[in-house]
Structure formats: structure tokens, C-alpha cells
């Protein structure tokens, strides 16, 4: 028997081990986790591992989770980015607990932490400017030196942080510091800031401060406030835990064993892109893609448009799992999710990317005729869709050569037959290039073929696919490719000089009739080619993107 909170279903990790055991002591009785981004980007796949993780914990464990916007910085953050985050938790199948949260709501009550700490001795009003409170730390060789302002007393030191809170000092001028230990080998407890003036508008607050908390300050009140059980971030802030416990363990109404606790795990790092919130920006900003949505880009948004859908990205979240082992995932991984949910999900159907004419010279009538294809050829329930066949069809250029090469060629060739997918064999006889180098091949069907062998017992190989071309309609490709040229462009001194100049291949062809009404972001598999989904950003013509391939080409790629 499974105790109640055990889920068997998923593999154990370290954080499941450290809840299990909080839950079997009674340390705590539910558990509540937060998802804490700062809203200066959109979301990326990286912020999808720590939303599937906090989500995904409260989920099984019929928890809570909040959304909480990490906004103690008023100068780089944006209303637009707070909308798209949220939108983008949901898209990946989450709610929030209650309404979203802003660290913004606590300014109040990180103030009076702030004077808590103030009148016990704990923290100081330091004027030492940047360069002096640099070289004052010390470095990990060297231990560091009491500041001047260390032991002013409490009650000056009241009235100081009062008066900057007032905006009686410039930027830069002080700052609230921790009095903790110059000499800590954890360089993150030698009297770090708490409080630095800012003379911003803050998109919450607007006006109402010019003192704002540092991070280490605010996240650990932030998730006391909410009872957060389980805060838990990345490695880079496993040094800074001590900070993290040392502001509770110093606040009375924090201080208690149910209090929140810290647990790192590694970031995601994916090969051939980049994640730093600087570098997408840069992106972004200097044009070197679209847009934040831009299909190849590593953000939840950009994924969306590009057809991968929720489940893929929850699947690559629970394969790549949760460990304090820093590594790069191989981007075949995440295609790897994204094919096997699509295979099993999305509809078929055909797309000439690179058409070439072919006139079946035998056909008798002058309308094309309805053939009815398997929508999905595993799953019977997505039943049929029509497609027409006729006098005059599209193949792709690839599928066709003058010459064949050899026996084993299985594609069309002069004096060669091809079964065209869900439909006849036909023979090409012979083709014409015209002045402008358009080939047109005309050939002959066995109209004894449809969905049958041939009843001579000749055998026919080769498959390829094929548009009626009175019914199909005209349609844009973007083959996308991976953005970076090298597995680690975060490596580079400048990475927009790894830059996949071919990230992104623009072609014009023909699809089904029926995908003129294709909704957007519906990932279809175009037989023989790959997945493709209707863009959401073109509002003429049809435009699909090629969310992946059928085969991991990476490998061979690189
Ligand atoms: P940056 O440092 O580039 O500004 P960030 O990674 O700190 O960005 P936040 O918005 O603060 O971005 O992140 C919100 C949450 O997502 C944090 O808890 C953070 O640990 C987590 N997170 C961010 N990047 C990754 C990643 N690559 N893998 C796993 N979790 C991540
Ligand atoms: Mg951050």
C-alpha cells in the first residue's frame, strides 16, 4: 500500500524524498510551492522545467502553487511581460493558486522586516559607495573588513533608513546592509545589502517608494508570507540559502519550524540556443529574430507558435527529471518529446513543399475525383478526411528524378511506377523543362489500384505524396532549423556571430483543400515531410511552420 501522498507514477527525485519524509513527520501537512518569476522577459523552456516542477509537486501531492511575480526591481519590468507569463503557465496546463502574486505587495511588510532587523542590531545604514563595499568584502583568499557604519546604534540607524526611505538620500548614496560576518567563507553573508534607493516608477506601486528590497531580502519573506513549504530554485543560489535562512531565523513571526525552506536543483541548459534573459533580449532588440514568439526561439511562446503543444513540453520536463547535476541537454531530447506526442496526436495530411507538376495523361475525366484517407492511420476514431485526385497533381521536386540512379531507388523516375500516397500507382513516361526551368512529368495511373496491390502481382515500392493541383491550395513553408550554429553559443565572445544563418528556409507550395481552414498552432503531420502548424501571426494567406521533422536529423547535422 502507498501512503496518501506517495505518487508511484512518477520517478523520485530528491525534492519527492524531502517532501515525503516533511509529510511523514508532520512537519508539514500540505505542501505549498510558488513559481517565482521576475517579469523583465517572456518565459522559456528553462522557466517551463521549474513550472512543470512547482505545478507538477503541488499537483500530485494535492498542494498548492502560486504564481508570484518577482518584481522588486522596478526598472527593467513590464506590464506586457507580466500578461504573456501568465498566458503562458496556462497554456502549459497550470493554475495558480488564488490571484497572481506580486513581492510588490510586501513592500510594506519588508520595510518593517527591515526595522526589525534595524533594532536588533542586525542591520546598518552603510554610505561606503560600490567600489569601497567591494573592496571591503574581501575575496574568498582573504577575509573582509568591518565598514565604518557597522556599529552605528540602533536607534540612528532607525532614523537613517526612515530618511531614505523618505528620498532624503541619492541613488547609490547608502544602502541598508545585514550585520552578519565580514569574515564567512560564503561571501554572500559579509554584511550583504538588504535595501537600495531607486528613484523609479515601479508598475505596481508607482510612486509610492524609492527604497527597494534586494532579492535575497524579499524572496525568503515572500515565501514566509505566502507559507511556502518548499521554495525551491536553481543551483547558482545554493551559497545564498544561508542568507535565505539567517533573514527568517532573525524574524520573530518567521521563525517557527514550518517556516520555508530552500532546495536547489539544476537549471536547464539546452544545446544550440541560449536562455540568459539578457541574450533573448538582445534577440529581440537588435532584430536578429521576429520577435519573442519568433519560432526559434527558446521561449514557451515561440515553442507555441511553432506547433509543440503542452504535453510534449510536460513530457521533455518529466524525461530530463530533477537533479543537482549541472549538465546540457541534447535538443534530440526535446524533439524527441515533441514527435512522440504529435505522432500519436496530430492529423495527417499532404504538403508539396518544392512542387513540380505531374499530368496523368490517362485520366478520363476533366473534374478530379474524392478519395477518403485515414486521418490518423494508427487511430481509426479520427476517422477520414477527402482529397482529391485527378488530371494534373503536384509531387515534390525530391521525388523525382529523370534518371533513376539505381534498383534500389524507390521514388519516380521515367518508365517507373510509384504508388502515390493514399491513392494509385501511376508510371512517369517522360517530362519537359520549360525555358524557366519548371519541370512538368506526365505519366499514366492504373485506375485497378486504389488501396490495392496490383492484381498481376507486380510489386511497387516506392511511396510519395502528392497535391491535387485544381483543389490545393497555395501555401508558405518555413523550415526552421536550430538558431545557433554551435552546441554552446553562451560559450562565445560574441554570440550572435554563431548565428545559424539558416535557421529559417522560406518555401512555396501546395497543401490539402482542407487546411485552408487549419486552425493556428495545430500541429499536422504532412505525410513524408514532417510536423507543420498553421502560423498565428499571418492574418493573409496560409502560412505553415515546420514544428520538426520526422527523424532526428540533428545528429547527422552537425
Ligand atoms: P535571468 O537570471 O536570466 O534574468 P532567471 O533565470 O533568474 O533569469 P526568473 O524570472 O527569475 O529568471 O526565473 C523564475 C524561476 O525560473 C526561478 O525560480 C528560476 O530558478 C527558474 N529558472 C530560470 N531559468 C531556469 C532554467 N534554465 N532551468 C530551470 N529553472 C529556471
Ligand atoms: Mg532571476
Known sequence: MNKPHETPERPVNFIRNIINEDLASQKHQTIYTRFPPEPNGYLHIGHAKSICLNFGLAQDYQGRCNLRFDDTNPAKEDLEYVESIQRDVQWLGFQWEGQPRYSSDYFEHFYQSALELIDKGLAYVCFLNADETREYRGNLKEPGKASPYRDTAPQENRALFEKMRAGAFKEGECVLKAKIDMASSFMCLRDPALYRIRFETHHQTGDAWCIYPMYDFAHCISDAIEGITHSLCTLEFQDNRRLYDWVLDNLAAFNRPDRPHQYEFSR?????????????????????????????????????????????????????????????????????????????????????????????????????EVIFAPVHPQNEAMGKREIFFGRELYIDRADFLEVAPDNKYQRLAIGKEARLRNAYIIKAERCETDDQGRITVYGSYDAATLGKNPADGRKVKGVIHFVEASRAQAAEFRLYDRLFCVPNPSKEADFAQVLNPNSLQVKHGFVEPALAQAPVEQAYQFEREGYFCRDSRTTDGLVFNRTVTLKDTWQQSV
Open 268 to 368: 536547464l541548459n539546452l544545446e544550440y540556443t541560449v536562455m540568459s534573459k539578457r541574450k533573448l533580449h538582445q534577440l529581440v532588440n537588435e532584430r536578429l529574430v521576429e520577435g519573442w514568439d519568433d519560432p526559434r526561439m527558446p521561449t514557451i511562446s515561440g515553442m507555441r507558435r511553432r506547433g509543440y503543444t503542452p504535453a510534449a513540453l510536460r513530457d521533455f520536463a518529466e524525461r530530463i527529471g530533477i537533479s543537482k547535476v549541472d549538465s546540457m541537454t541534447e535538443m534530440g531530447i526535446l524533439e524527441a518529446a515533441i514527435r512522440d506526442d504529435l505522432n500519436r496526436v496530430a492529423p495527417r495530411t499532404m504538403g508539396v513543399i518544392d512542387p513540380i507538376k505531374l499530368v496523368i495523361e490517362n485520366y478520363p475525366n476533366p473534374e478530379p
